[in-house]
């Protein structure tokens, strides 16, 4: 029986909570493809800080090295609670950024998608939305300012100052450009680069490279597109992209946005790819303002388990079943708080039983 090891981190906040529906469904997958997936939950972030602390504790660092793929839920703290953990410790820099580091998972996929007859659940207008939003954000996940020195102290003027360096080189640049011409190949042939050289050098080389790595993708016609008018284009007419290319910072904010246009974060899975290791996220925090209450959106998580099945396990199939059973459940007319107001119409569910009713919606395909 083909097995397959998956390195579970629950996370903090809401993880945990979405992460049961992600694990339904996995198990679903497991029985109906008659595979085994070994589930290895660890301690990763605000939570592993506190019980043994370390945000990403050496035992979790041995069980991802070893997993076929990692599925991770959301990290993080409130902003006050935050302070309670040493500014390096803190989730994303002790925890988040090393995952991304050491597995160089520079490629991360965030599908933005809302069929038409979910329209509803976007804040835009039906006329902006059409026929729908469908297009992925493609966000290079392990340089840029993330990833760059970083200096803080006092200066010669007596002033604590900072300073932290942008920085990629060309091959960082290639690989992430091969990554979105591929994808585009497969799509509609277009490709949106997101840059800002009007004010930045890193954009003026990230769009030299994107050029020239474009010569061996004739076929993909190249649009470029000034970060901030993409904001603004994402709002007024998102119907025009399809595959969205850009550098780390810029893909942290446009996606946010992204789930913005959706109608919430919770409709934001993603997938991190690196040359030999893959990891599976939500694009989404942890949501400490509803953490414990089994309200949030597990579509994020389940979403990101699909993209697993595609992307590390060759399960095209399974997956296109797990996106439209979620479909399915939405289009009955059932919703997460996140999504609707109470109302006509509105069969309002808790976290638990949209992974129920996924699960029955998966087993009838
Ligand atoms: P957030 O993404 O956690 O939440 C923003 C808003 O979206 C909140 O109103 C929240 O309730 C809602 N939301 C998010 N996911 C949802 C879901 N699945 N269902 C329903 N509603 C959902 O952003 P934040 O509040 O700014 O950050 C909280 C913590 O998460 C911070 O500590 C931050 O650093 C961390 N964070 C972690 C990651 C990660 O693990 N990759 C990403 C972003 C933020």
Redesign the pocket.
């Known amino acids: 029986m083909t097995n397959y090891k998956i390195a579970l981190l629950d996370?903090d906040?809401?993880g945990p909570e979405?992460m049961t529906e992600a694990v339904k469904i996995m198990e679903l997958v497991a029985e109906r493809k008659d595979i085994e997936f070994e589930l290895v939950h660890a301690p990763f972030g605000a939570q592993a800080y506190f019980d043994y602390g370390h945000s990403f504790p050496e035992e979790t660092k041995a069980i991802c090295d070893q997993a076929d793929a990692i599925l991770k839920g959301?990290?993080?703290?409130s902003h006050e609670e935050?302070k309670k953990i040493p500014v390096d410790m803190q989730?994303?820099r002790g925890a988040?950024l090393p995952l991304r580091r050491r597995f160089n998972t520079y490629a991360n996929f965030r599908p933005v998608f809302l069929p038409k007859g979910l329209a509803h659940f976007s804040p835009l207008k039906p006329e902006i939305i059409g026929d729908g939003i469908d297009f992925i954000i493609i966000r290079e996940l392990v340089g840029g300012l993330y990833f760059g020195k970083k200096e803080t102290g006092v200066n010669a003027a007596g002033k604590r100052y900072v300073n932290e360096s942008l920085e990629y080189d060309e091959d960082q640049i290639a690989r992430i450009a091969i990554s979105a011409f591929e994808t585009a190949q497969k799509r509609k042939k277009v490709l949106h680069n997101i840059h800002k050289s009007n004010v930045l050098k890193s954009s003026v080389l990230w769009n030299e490279v994107v050029a020239e790595v474009g010569e061996d993708y004739p076929d993909v016609e190249v649009i470029h597109i000034l970060v901030d008018a993409a904001a603004t284009y994402l709002c007024l007419n998102p119907g025009q992209f399809d595959v969205m290319v850009m550098e780390n910072m810029f893909g942290d904010i446009l996606s946010d946005q992204a789930g913005g246009i959706l109608g919430?974060?919770?409709l934001m899975p993603s997938a991190c790819i690196g040359p030999d290791k893959a990891y599976y996220?939500?694009s989404?925090?942890?949501?400490?303002?509803?953490a414990g209450q089994f309200i949030?959106?597990p579509y994020?998580m389940i979403g990101s388990v699909a993209m697993m099945l595609e992307m590390s396990f060759g399960m095209e199939d399974e997956a296109k079943k797990v996106w439209h059973a979620m479909q399915s459940v939405f289009a009955q007319g059932n919703s997460?708080p996140?999504l609707s107001k109470p109302g006509a119409g509105v069969n309002m569910i808790s976290t638990h039983a949209f992974g129920d009713l996924v699960a029955k919606e998966l087993a009838k395909s």
């Open positions: 996370g906040g809401i979405i959301p990290i993080g703290l935050s989730p994303e988040l919430s974060l919770g996220e939500p989404h925090g942890s949501a400490p303002d509803i949030a959106n994020s997460t996140d």
